[in-house]
């Protein structure tokens, strides 16, 4: 069983930038590709980005050019540096972890981007 930990969301201004980060525990880290993914209330749940187990990473077209998705495999840790913030990119942002049949999501983190 994997816990995902998020942090790091909180209120930014148009043009601000925010760096969140998810904690991994119990599971084999560097196995798992890693996402973060968003979703605002009556919508679904969308990919912003992903990484894989060799760092292969794709995003989002919203999001390229702005966010950069990272992990440090000796810290269990993944993260997601977000630049140039726009108030469409207002949502919760979730971690997950997948390996084959196992898919893990952590409690989310609020993002609101705001003046």
């Known amino acids: 069983q994997v816990q995902l930990v998020e942090s790091g969301g909180g209120l930014v201004q148009p043009g601000g930038s925010l760096r969140l980060s998810c904690a991994a525990s119990?599971?084999?880290?560097?196995?798992?590709?890693m996402g973060w993914y968003r979703q605002a209330p009556g919508k679904e749940r969308e990919l912003v980005a992903s990484i894989t187990s060799s760092s292969v990473t794709n995003y989002a077209d919203s999001v390229k050019g702005r966010f950069t998705i990272s992990r440090d495999n000796a810290k269990n840790t993944l993260y997601l540096q977000m630049n140039s913030l726009k108030p469409d990119d207002t949502d919760v942002y979730y971690c997950n972890a997948r390996y084959f049949w196992q898919n893990y999501w952590g409690q989310g983190t609020q993002v609101t981007v705001s003046s």
């Open positions: 119990g599971g084999t880290f560097s196995r798992y590709v």
